[in-house]
């Protein structure tokens, strides 16, 4: 009995180092106004989780600790209607895709993640901010959403809220022929996916070679953990929101047999 509660204890330090690396990983070559800002929400991030109270059976389970892996969910294809869900099980971090457009001289201004809309009433104009979030760990696990608000930060904290409500498992590779080395740099083999006029496509690259893909891109690729990847893009290629939309849809490709056959 001593010796299985040591192997316990054994497992729990080692969990416990893998989070403080990853956090060093994270805060690394931030200021230190970046650094209090980040403690500041993991702690608030804590409360939030402990104080909790799970409303569907699915939160109920992984708050009662009968759930500890997001893939047991994933393979399961079980909806996820709570985000407490995913922050339970594994440990995010997200970014802001650039959707919109600051005012500059003959449509010069420079890209922003914020875009801004308006509409006229009686009363006058009533400004409305949306803006498009991607969740991941690093590990194969991502999301995105978009969220709306008649501020920004409502508008981020919404987005961020549905992101991870809609992450996907994806399947990587090292970058080879159908991923004979067991690598996890890259993908298994290529892949395409469709939104709107954009159409994306994603080549398998040997490790070294980087992210060959547009800025937007690459923010969903690294929340991912892919770092090595050759990509060709068709369509009309500003607009953000199909972008990032199809190279979702071409990253579920990597996983057959959660969301459907290879194409």
Do not use: C
């Not at 005012?103 to 809309?117: L, S, V």
């Not at 994603?202 to 893909?213: N, S």
């Not at 090595?228 to 047999?257: C, E, H, M, Q, V």
């Amino acid at each position: 009995m001593a010796e299985k509660k040591q192997t316990q204890e054994e497992i729990e330090q080692i969990s416990q180092d893998l989070l403080e690396r990853e956090l060093k990983k994270e805060l690394e070559g931030k200021t230190q106004r970046e650094i209090d800002k980040i403690m500041k929400d993991k702690e608030k991030l804590k409360e939030s989780i402990a104080s909790w109270v799970p409303k569907t059976k699915l939160g109920k389970e992984v708050k009662s600790g009968k759930i500890k892996d997001i893939d047991e969910i994933l393979n399961s294809n079980r909806k996820i209607l709570e985000a407490e869900i995913v922050d339970s099980l594994i440990s995010l971090r997200s970014d802001l895709l650039s959707i919109g457009q600051s005012k500059g001289k003959f449509g010069g201004g420079k890209r922003r993640a914020w875009r801004q809309t308006q509409r006229k009433t009686k009363e006058g104009n009533v400004p409305t901010f949306s803006t498009m979030a991607v969740v991941g760990d690093g590990a194969g696990h991502v999301g995105i959403a978009d969220g709306k608000g008649m501020e920004t930060l409502p508008a981020r904290d919404k987005a961020i809220r549905k992101a991870k409500l809609n992450i996907i498992k994806v399947v990587r590779g090292d970058g080879g022929f159908d991923s004979v080395g067991g690598g996890n740099s890259s993908i298994p083999f290529k892949i395409e996916g469709k939104s709107g006029s954009v159409k994306v496509t994603f080549m398998p690259a040997a490790p070294g070679t980087g992210l060959v893909a547009a800025e937007e891109m690459k923010k969903i690729l690294k929340l991912v953990g892919i770092k090595d990847i050759y990509s060709r893009t068709d369509g009309r290629k500003r607009t953000t929101f199909n972008l990032a939309k199809a190279t979702i849809d071409a990253l579920k490709k990597t996983n057959p047999k959660i969301y459907g056959g290879r194409k």
